[in-house]
């Protein structure tokens, strides 16, 4: 595992709401918030300590804890290079890693959903976070992820969609040219730039697309 792992609660509680969760889940947590072997040199970022707390006491498969880890880890290259070309963005780093890290939850209501297609996962996927008092701007991700087509979104809720396509390599031309198109005015950056910046960042993250297919197959 990285030797990365956050050592204090900082992570997940920047904000009153998630300090809150936080000390009510903290006798649930776990030692290892993802599934663990050394078998290579790609290892994801921890989870948030918050989020599999969450995600023991939903009994979530190990199929999904290992796929919300990678979409997570791709999410925080994401922010980072982004943070890193763009200085200036505001975006809601702490809710992107919490959305990526509980998108597909609702597969734990429809397991057929973890390893064919289907959207119900996205419907009822926010009532199982609710339900455990996680809040409406937390829990949305579970449905905007899928929706990023036919809604108008914000920044935040893009990247959610953004790292659960590119983190196993694939890149989505429409969904993309809309997060330029939203940097580049919330930046006042050229488009051209924006989108170079932005290739740049993804390429990175596609590029180990493989290794996290792998290691996510080694875990269910």
């Not at 976070?129 to 991700?141: E, M, Q």
Request: charged share 25%; glycine share 6%; hydrophobic share 40%.
């Amino acid at each position: 595992m990285n030797t990365n792992e956050d050592s204090s609660e900082e992570y997940f509680c920047h904000s009153e709401l998630l300090a809150d969760l936080f000390v009510r889940f903290q006798d649930h947590l776990p030692r290892q918030p993802i599934p663990h072997v050394e078998d290579g040199d790609y290892q994801p970022r921890w989870l948030p300590k918050i989020v599999a707390s969450l995600l023991n006491q939903l009994d979530a498969p190990p199929r999904l804890v290992a796929h919300l880890a990678l979409v997570h880890d791709a999410a925080i290259e994401i922010i980072d290079g982004l943070l890193a070309a763009f200085p200036h963005i505001k975006i809601d780093a702490e809710a992107i890693r919490f959305g990526a890290a509980t998108h597909d939850l609702g597969k734990i209501k429809h397991p057929n959903e973890l390893t064919g297609p289907g959207n119900q996962h996205e419907i009822d996927g926010a009532s199982l976070l609710t339900d455990l008092d996680v809040p409406d701007h937390l829990a949305r991700f579970t449905r905007t992820h899928g929706a990023w087509s036919t809604e108008s979104l914000p920044l935040e809720d893009l990247l959610v969609a953004l790292s659960d396509a590119v983190w196993k390599g694939k890149r989505l031309e429409e969904l993309e040219s809309l997060i330029v198109a939203t940097i580049a005015q919330s930046t006042e950056t050229e488009a051209w730039e924006t989108f170079s910046q932005l290739d740049g960042v993804l390429e990175q993250v596609a590029s180990r697309g493989d290794e996290r297919l792998a290691w996510q197959s080694r875990r269910g």
